[in-house]
């Protein structure tokens, strides 16, 4: 069946543009995760949903990040006002629990470039 | 402050050889990932291992984790160039919620023909 898909691919945006970033989890999985990868740096944490449940945004590094959920499914990562260092891959998970054995199927990425 | 330290960052080494690769932490985890990452894809999980000191084997790859759940190590044995990639372990903190992972920032295989 097909995977978690995110979109656009790449972006590329001036600084203190605003940016929409596009998830659509594998169908009928519960939990979606976001997380950010920089050159040189692991994955980063950034905000998790579950079903119905209030979503942990601990992750979020400042307010100028917001996420959604749509109907249970699609996501989205909204970026106020980027700025430079916001470039990053942006990556999408989603698993069928939130247990520690349930795999968490990522996406390709959407890499932000900000100039 | 970085919870998983990898090492080595980056390890170029000829087909055939074994290496290991390493991800090591002053804190306690109650899971430990490893993950596999390709240019331009997400990464893909390769294991879970839960208990202390457990061992597990996926053909040439090798997984441990350390009896005091604060390290882990894979081994691959018989590098082949279809193992290059970035490796990435990842752990839930103890006490952490259970989809809170943490990364390393990953190990760079390249396996040379």
């Known amino acids: 069946g097909a995977g978690v898909s995110q979109s656009p691919s790449n972006k590329v945006t001036e600084k203190g543009k605003d940016v929409e970033l596009r998830c659509d989890p594998i169908?009928?999985?519960?939990?979606l995760y976001w997380y950010r990868q920089s050159l040189g740096q692991g994955l980063e944490f950034l905000i998790y949903f579950q079903g119905n449940s209030a979503p942990d945004k601990s992750g979020l590094p400042s307010d100028r990040f917001s996420a959604e959920r749509t109907g249970g499914s699609v996501s989205t990562l909204t970026i106020q006002r980027t700025q430079q260092e916001d470039s990053a891959v942006y990556l999408c998970a989603s698993s069928l629990g939130w247990g520690v054995t349930d795999t968490q199927y990522f996406g390709p990425g959407t890499r932000l470039t900000v100039l | 402050t970085q919870l998983l330290e990898q090492s080595p960052q980056f390890l170029s080494i000829q087909e055939g050889e074994n290496l290991t690769v390493y991800c090591n932490s002053s804190?306690?985890?109650?899971?430990l990932q490893w993950y596999r990452q390709e240019p331009g894809e997400g990464p893909v999980l390769l294991v879970t291992v839960v208990t202390g000191g457990e061992v597990k084997k996926l053909k040439r790859l090798t997984f441990q984790f350390g009896d005091a759940r604060k390290d882990s190590s894979l081994h691959i044995t018989a590098a082949q160039p279809g193992d290059t990639g970035l490796y990435l372990c990842?752990?839930?903190?103890?006490?952490?919620?259970?989809?809170?992972?943490?990364f390393g920032k990953g190990t760079k295989l390249s396996v040379i023909p």
């Open positions: 169908s009928g999985h519960t939990a």
């Open positions: 990842a752990g839930v903190l103890s006490g952490a919620g259970s989809y809170q992972l943490t």
């Open positions: 804190s306690v985890f109650s899971s």
